[in-house]
């Protein structure tokens, strides 16, 4: 970054670093099932699926605190599915924004002729738009050691930024697998999707910085106890270079039949980061879930344990057919 070591280069690398240094990310990823896997587009009993979700974390330590909005909207259409996603970060006083425009596309098809064993290819396109605003920022070359030394942004920052805003192309694609009979006792699922799979190059300098894929992986079980009660284990790993992140969840489910209510709660775990809670409801075509991220990584002396706020709403209108199609577990 030419000379300067200044708060940019902070920035930038918290961004794009280490697992423990909360990387953009979402505590509750499989709410918004296309953001980790184009193959879970339109996996859901429902003539369509309109998704919003809204974190915020660190406003313990910024003035303007780490956020992401997402929305999401995708159905089923024969033997394929269809669906866009659009997905906003922002972070720190630079106004460091990070936007992604996402079409998916997928194909699904069993291997038996009840339907139970299901599988699903797809492929995600769009484009990323990076953005940052210079004159927010403070750069080595701004300090003034009078005074007992301060910032001041009327020094000339000595920095070439080629571009304050770009727009690179993304290619992602993704497969998965899930076992649907109702009445079995034990219903699992997996699933594998490669982001960045055109290597898109990004920088705010004239540099060729290369965006590396990312892999992730993800799987559970859901246990049928009986007709009130239902367990989930799953489990998302994520990994770029040599950063790996890994979430594993344990919910419980409990239905009321009168009215149809469904209730669940229960701990997550993100590696060398944060112990999660969360809590929800699904009634009729609503689902509601809300999480809290309790920092568990080397900050915590800073946070006093304070992570992120998450919330997530689903709606899917039932599909009213003759005949009952197959159940997905969600994940």
């Known amino acids: 970054m030419k000379n300067s070591s200044g708060y940019i280069l902070f920035i930038l690398?918290?961004?794009?670093?280490?697992?423990?240094?909360?990387?953009?990310?979402l505590s509750l990823p499989d709410a918004a099932p296309m953001y980790i896997n184009p193959a879970l587009t339109g996996q859901f009993?429902?003539?369509?699926?309109?998704?919003?979700?809204?974190?915020?974390?660190?406003?313990?330590?910024?003035?303007?605190?780490?956020?992401?909005?997402?929305?999401?909207?995708?159905?089923?259409?024969?033997?394929?599915?269809?669906?866009?996603?659009?997905?906003?970060?922002?972070?720190?006083?630079g106004y460091y924004n990070s936007?992604?425009?996402?079409?998916?596309?997928?194909?699904r098809f069993s291997i038996d002729e009840?339907?139970?064993?299901?599988?699903?290819?797809?492929?995600?396109?769009?484009?990323l738009q990076k953005s940052v605003k210079e004159e927010e920022l403070y750069f080595e070359n701004q300090y003034?050691?009078?005074?007992?030394?301060?910032?001041?942004?009327?020094?000339?920052?000595?920095?070439?930024?080629n571009a304050q805003n770009f727009w690179i192309p993304d290619?992602?694609?993704?497969?998965?697998y899930f076992y649907g009979k109702t009445a079995a006792k034990i219903n699992p699922f997996i699933g594998y999707s490669v982001n960045h799979l055109n290597k898109p190059k990004e920088s705010f300098y004239q540099t060729a910085n290369t965006l590396p894929y990312r892999h992730i992986?993800?799987?559970?079980?859901?246990?049928?106890?009986?007709?009130?009660?239902?367990?989930f284990g799953k489990g998302i790993m994520m990994k770029q270079v040599n950063n790996t992140q890994f979430n594993a969840t344990l919910l419980a489910y409990y239905t009321i039949k009168d009215p149809g209510l469904i209730l669940?709660?229960?701990?997550?775990?993100?590696?060398?980061?944060?112990?999660?809670?969360?809590?929800?409801?699904?009634?009729?075509?609503?689902?509601?879930?809300?999480?809290?991220?309790?920092?568990?990584?080397?900050?915590?002396?800073?946070?006093?344990?304070?992570?992120?706020?998450?919330?997530?709403?689903?709606?899917?209108?039932?599909?009213?057919?003759?005949?009952?199609?197959?159940?997905?577990?969600?994940?």
């Not at 003034?144 to 930024?161: K, M, R, T, V």
């Not at 080397?298 to 709403?313: D, H, M, P, Q």
């Open 217 to 231: 992986i993800h799987g559970g079980v859901k246990y049928n106890l009986n007709e009130r009660f239902q367990f």
């Open 171 to 176: 290619v992602i694609v993704g497969f998965s």
């Open 13 to 25: 690398i918290a961004l794009c670093g280490k697992t423990w240094a909360q990387d953009f990310h």
């Open 45 to 93: 009993d429902g003539k369509y699926r309109a998704h919003l979700q809204y974190r915020t974390q660190w406003n313990s330590l910024n003035i303007r605190p780490f956020t992401t909005a997402l929305a999401s909207f995708d159905m089923p259409v024969k033997s394929f599915a269809f669906g866009i996603q659009v997905m906003n970060n922002n972070a720190g006083t």
């Open 264 to 331: 669940f709660a229960g701990p997550s775990f993100r590696n060398k980061d944060s112990f999660i809670f969360e809590i929800g409801g699904r009634f009729s075509a609503y689902q509601l879930r809300l999480s809290y991220d309790f920092n568990t990584s080397s900050l915590k002396t800073y946070t006093n344990g304070r992570g992120g706020f998450e919330i997530a709403f689903t709606y899917i209108p039932k599909l009213q057919k003759p005949n009952p199609i197959k159940s997905c577990p969600r994940l």
């Open 99 to 107: 936007l992604g425009i996402l079409g998916s596309a997928a194909y």
């Open 144 to 161: 003034n050691p009078l005074n007992g030394g301060y910032f001041d942004n009327n020094i000339p920052s000595a920095e070439n930024l």
């Open 114 to 127: 009840p339907g139970f064993h299901n599988f699903a290819a797809a492929v995600q396109f769009g484009g």
